[in-house]
């Protein structure tokens, strides 16, 4: 497993953008999946967009158009850049890497986004 430390939330208008980043203590290369998760107040936590080894990438019907994951290995960095935010894109979003090696997949403690309307 890997230590994943989230960075860039923040309170932004609506309309407005945020860029996410996601840095690991490990090497990214060698990760399968790397995503991003949110968990909003009484709601589940939901998938927001992945990104494979190959470089592809999947998205929530509600963020495509609008978000995009990519990641750097050199600086074993993923990011999620978020355009048109909504209010309800308000929630803490976490990292995630899965690599099936590991028992258990690896999460950050989370940052906070709020969108205000």
């Known amino acids: 497993q890997v230590q994943l430390v989230e960075s860039g939330g923040g309170l932004v208008q609506a309309g407005g953008s945020l860029r996410l980043s996601c840095a690991s203590s490990?090497?990214?290369?060698?990760?399968?999946?790397m995503g991003w998760y949110r968990q909003a107040p009484g709601k589940e936590r939901e998938l927001v967009a992945r990104?494979?080894?190959?470089?592809?990438?999947n998205y929530a019907d509600s963020v495509k158009g609008r978000f995009t994951i990519s990641r750097d290995n050199a600086k074993n960095t993923v990011y999620l850049q978020m355009n048109s935010l909504k209010p309800e894109d308000t929630a803490v979003y976490y990292c995630?890497?899965?690599?099936?090696?590991?028992?258990?997949?690896?999460w950050g403690q989370g940052t906070q986004v709020t969108v205000s309307s």
């Open positions: 490990g090497r990214i290369s060698s990760i399968n999946v």
């Open positions: 990104i494979s080894r190959d470089g592809s990438t």
């Open positions: 995630n890497a899965y690599s099936p090696l590991w028992a258990l997949p690896s």
